[in-house]
């Protein structure tokens, strides 16, 4: 089994920016929208290589959705940028109406998700955004992890026909998963394997899951940890495989508990296997100004809540 | 060019299609139906340079949105009697397991139907998207949109208008059908538009009205005046003056048959005023 090391810290959406520079220079067809907020997409090496793929929409991101829709039609994969609030709350019936139901190829990609876009504050910390686009029916939803997978993410929904909505974070992360590690959508990646509880992370939060796995091993308990970089569709295969295994289960999403990966996990167990879970996520809150260190740990979203949990969900097996 | 008389025909064939549609499902938009049938006969079966047969992404053709969407009965029944599927499919209008939504769809696959419309203000922006897709393409065709007035309240739309202005998108002619009515009465009582004319003007469109915008020549001159100004380097709005309910006496002044179907009677009465043309499906 690989063992995942940070190869050194770097943001989820400059992972984004490189995965659009190589687009721009092997797809024609991929063109991309902003909405004022280029530097934070990381994407001025695609605007400078294509200038006439790109269009600065300014702040106006329902317009934004609506222009993207529409150049599909005639063959052009646009993907939108803005922060993950504007790119889903703002605009959802846009989305709904003009993409989702439409059935349009658009790539709705979102930085900035989660309270780790840190001191701006809870108006700009969107924390429902996997489930407004989660139950849009068609969609695609997929949460990397760190740098490395945020560009295979992008470069890989570039190849996929129909919605996708592309959530990435602000701060500066592990990045971890391997350069060359293949991005398959809709299918869960193995990190660590263990016998007594599974951890099923998105986002910032599978580092964070591995941290936890390595202290609780010092504790003599063996966590496997599968990384779900695409909570819609889910892999359900995969963590049942995992959980008849281990009998418990812990999610952990920088999200709240209500509408995201934790409940699409219960969903299937439910149905499936009736297993002992515990959520690492927000409590139904907003969140608030703080760095992002801060605010993972008060609103509990690092390595020791997840250890928390786990020790909880066992004596629930 | 087909004669005016043959035009007019299908006009007359649209208008009973449409009302025979609304009454049979006793639901569905007739007023702005009838107020643009003109207005759709003539893109449809004059203006637009389209292909045979249809494909999403409509390469080498005119493209038509319609950004409001609850005039779904006319635009189906010129679509079919365009050819883009069967007129007997008319009569599947809002039932179950039909192609032919309330609200026009691409769900269905519905031929002829290239974005979801319904929920207001949307369409105006996806229309400059694929006129930006034409241009990347270099495809000289242009794009026509239709948008109520009262739709013009929905904020997404100014959006569009800046962007569009500000970005030289000037192979787009969006038409606003000027009725001055919605569901709740009179545009002026419910939230004043102002100009409309003065507005586009300011953000920077190219603007002509057809205040004839029932009479077939009149829509016919204005709309190819209106597509001379289009490759100028700017985004050109036509400002169709309609009246709402046109060709059937009872629904027209009144805001009343926005979103009502006639009756039994009162069908008769508006069939009897629009004798059968090109056949009823």
């Known amino acids: 089994m690989t063992k995942y090391i940070d190869q050194g810290k770097n943001d989820t959406r400059s992972g984004y920016g490189a995965g659009m520079t190589e687009l721009g220079r092997t797809n024609p067809n991929v063109v991309t929208l902003c909405a004022d907020l280029v530097g934070s997409l990381k994407i001025q090496t695609f605007i400078d290589e294509n200038p006439d793929r790109f269009f600065q929409v300014g702040i106006a ?78 969609m695609v939803v997929i949460n990397p992890c760190g740098y490395n997978q945020t560009k295979a993410a992008t470069i ?20 971890f998963t391997p350069v060359d590690q293949k991005f398959e959508i809709g299918k869960a990646l193995m990190l660590r394997e263990g016998t007594d509880v599974t951890i099923v992370a998105t986002g910032h939060l599978v580092w964070e899951s591995l941290l936890a ?33 281990t009998g418990c289960i812990v999610s952990a999403e920088e ?50 809540a997840i250890v928390k949990a786990v020790l909880k969900v066992l004596k629930r097996k | 060019m087909p004669e005016l008389s043959k035009l007019q025909d299908i006009v007359v064939q649209t208008r009973r299609d449409i009302l025979r549609m609304v009454h049979k499902v ?7 139906s009838l107020g643009c049938t003109e207005f759709f006969v003539a893109l449809y079966h004059e203006l637009m340079e389209l292909k045979d047969g249809f494909d999403m992404d409509g390469n080498g053709e005119d493209l038509f949105f319609l950004s409001n969407g609850h005039i779904s009965p006319v635009y189906y029944s010129v679509l079919a009697r365009r050819g883009y599927f069967p007129v007997e499919e008319l009569s599947t209008f809002r039932l179950i397991n039909s192609r032919l939504q309330g609200h026009p769809a691409t769900h269905e696959g519905l031929p002829g139907i290239r974005i979801a419309s ?55 002619i969006s038409t606003i059908d000027l ?89 008769e009465n508006a069939l009897s005023q629009n004798a059968e043309t090109l056949g009823d499906y």
């Open chain 1, 61 to 138: 991101e329902a317009n934004m959705m609506g222009i993207a829709a529409g150049l599909t039609i005639g063959g052009k994969i646009p993907f939108t940028g803005t922060f993950a609030n504007f790119s889903t709350g703002r605009v959802y019936d846009q989305i709904r109406q003009s993409i989702a139901y439409s059935g349009k190829n658009v790539k709705i990609c979102a930085s900035h998700a989660g309270v780790t876009l840190g001191e701006d504050g809870a108006t700009h910390q969107i924390l429902e955004d996997i489930g407004l686009m989660k139950m849009l029916p068609g």
């Open chain 1, 156 to 175: 890989a929904i570039a190849e996929y026909e129909g919605p996708v909505y592309l959530r990435f974070g602000r701060p500066k992360v592990a990045n």
């Open chain 1, 213 to 245: 796995a390595e202290a609780l091993e010092g504790q003599g308990i063996s966590a496997e940890v599968i990384n779900i970089h695409t909570i819609k569709p889910l892999d359900s295969e995969a963590v049942i495989n995992s959980v008849k295994k």
């Open chain 1, 255 to 304: 999200h709240n508990y209500l509408g995201g990966l934790g409940e699409s996990i219960s969903r299937v167990l439910a149905t499936q296997l009736p297993t002992p879970q515990e959520f690492i996520a927000t409590k139904d809150t907003f969140g608030e100004s703080g760095t992002p260190a801060q605010l993972m740990e008060k609103y509990g979203l690092n390595n020791k």
């Open chain 2, 26 to 32: 006793n639901s569905g938009h007739p007023g702005g």
């Open chain 2, 118 to 172: 319904g929920s207001l203000g949307q369409g105006m922006s996806v229309a400059i998207g694929a006129a930006l897709a034409k241009k990347l393409n270099k495809d000289n065709h242009v794009i026509y949109s239709l948008h109520g007035d009262g739709e013009l309240q929905e904020g997404q739309n100014w959006e569009a208008i800046m962007y569009a202005a500000g970005n030289k998108v000037d192979n787009l």
């Open chain 2, 179 to 267: 009725n001055g009515k919605q569901i709740d009465g009179a545009i002026d009582d419910v939230l004043p538009m102002g100009d409309i004319k003065a507005k586009f003007e300011a953000f920077g469109w190219d603007v002509l009205e057809i205040k004839e915008g029932n009479d077939l020549e009149a829509i016919l001159s204005g709309m190819k005046e209106a597509k001379s100004r289009t490759g100028k380097g700017k985004p050109v709005c036509v400002l169709l003056h309609t009246m709402m309910g046109n060709g059937v006496d009872f629904m027209m002044h009144t805001h009343a048959w926005h979103g009502k179907a006639p009756n039994d009677e009162q069908l």
